[in-house]
């Protein structure tokens, strides 16, 4: 039953790389491209990575270290990424 | 295991094209961005499956402090541009 389980998290987890990364080849704007991304990226892995949590609840310091930066670090990489990528305003 | 694997491999394709095709600075950036997460994910993953935690630590290592020089890189090219 728990496998089962952490299969499907794996599974969501690749359904959603894949969602998010394809609008990646197409000829939109950043912005529009890097909220695909951002969604995709951190969503999916958070699944996958729960997903292993389940696989092995001993290890379960690690895993939750890595949940957690995951939904720090690309909040926060998403936030500068669009931040940088604007077109220069003076903001004074 | 396999087949998460290729799956995995698959989806990491597509940011690899993407950053080898297009030319535009932030593009390519977002799609490095893309593919660090994604190995590192990666990483845990064969650790997991592998029951081996020295990888398993570089995954999370990755993951806990990595994107923070992608987040340098991108002020750096920001004020380059300015200049």
Redesign the interface.
């Known amino acids: 039953m728990i496998d089962l389980l952490s299969y499907g998290c794996?599974g969501i987890g690749?359904f959603f790389?894949?969602w998010g990364?394809?609008p990646?080849?197409g000829e939109r704007s950043?912005l529009y491209?890097?909220h695909a991304?951002s969604v995709a990226?951190t969503l999916g892995?958070m699944s996958?990575?729960i997903g292993?949590l389940l696989?092995?609840p001993r290890?379960w310091p690690?895993?939750l270290?890595?949940l957690i930066?995951?939904a720090i670090?690309?909040t926060?990489?998403g936030y500068?990424?669009a931040y940088?990528?604007l077109e220069?305003e003076t903001h004074d | 295991m396999n087949g998460i694997l290729f799956a995995m491999i698959l989806a990491l394709l597509i940011p690899m094209y993407e950053a080898w095709k297009d030319d535009d600075v932030w593009q390519k950036m977002l799609a490095f961005a893309s593919i660090a997460t994604k190995t590192s994910i990666m990483i845990l993953v064969v650790s997991v499956f592998r029951d081996d935690w020295n990888i398993g630590v570089t995954g999370v290592i990755i993951l806990s402090v990595g994107n923070a020089g992608l987040m340098l890189l991108a002020h750096i090219v920001k004020r380059l541009n300015e200049i």
């Open positions: 794996i690749i790389w894949f990364t394809f990646l080849l950043v491209k890097l991304l990226d892995s996958i990575t292993l696989k092995i290890e690690l895993i270290l890595a930066s995951l670090w690309n926060i990489l500068v990424l940088c990528s220069q």
